[in-house]
Nanobody
Framework: QVLLEESGGGLVQPGNSLRLSCAASGFTSDDYVIAWFRQAPGKEREGVSSISMSTDSKVYADSVKGRFTISRDNAKKSVYLQMNSLKPEDSAVYYC?????????????????WGQGTQVTVSS
């Protein structure tokens, strides 16, 4: 059984930083992909970033390029999302999603496993 658990959300002022963590369990090899999605009230779920645990290949949404950095720790089966220069429009519930495979992507329907989400609020 694959389980994903997010942590690290909270309230932060515009321009500041926050680091999210996603701990995965249940994958039996490194051939899986972890992605971050977010959903703000009244908006569709948006892909933020994705990483291949086997190749370290990464994908970013245009809206976060240059501000967010995704990274992995295979030994801990964890993925991190470092979010810098945060803006109010980054406020959302952030979800960690996982899928077996080696190609990272930001299409939500291909991900079989999802965490419960963590709230990120950017406000002064």
């Amino acid at each position: 059984q694959v389980l994903l658990e997010e942590s690290g959300g909270g309230l932060v002022q515009p321009g500041n930083s926050l680091r999210l963590s996603c701990a995965a369990s249940g994958f039996t090899s490194d051939d899986y992909v972890i992605a971050w999605f977010r959903q703000a009230p009244g908006k569709e779920r948006e892909g933020v970033s994705s990483i291949s645990m086997s190749t370290d290949s990464k994908v970013y949404a245009d809206s976060v390029k240059g501000r967010f950095t995704i990274s992995r720790d295979n030994a801990k089966k964890s993925v991190y999302l470092q979010m810098n220069s945060l803006k109010p429009e980054d406020s959302a519930v952030y979800y960690c999603a996982g899928d077996r495979g080696v190609t990272p992507g930001l299409t939500a329907v291909v991900y079989d496993y999802w965490g419960q989400g963590t709230q990120v609020t950017v406000s002064s």
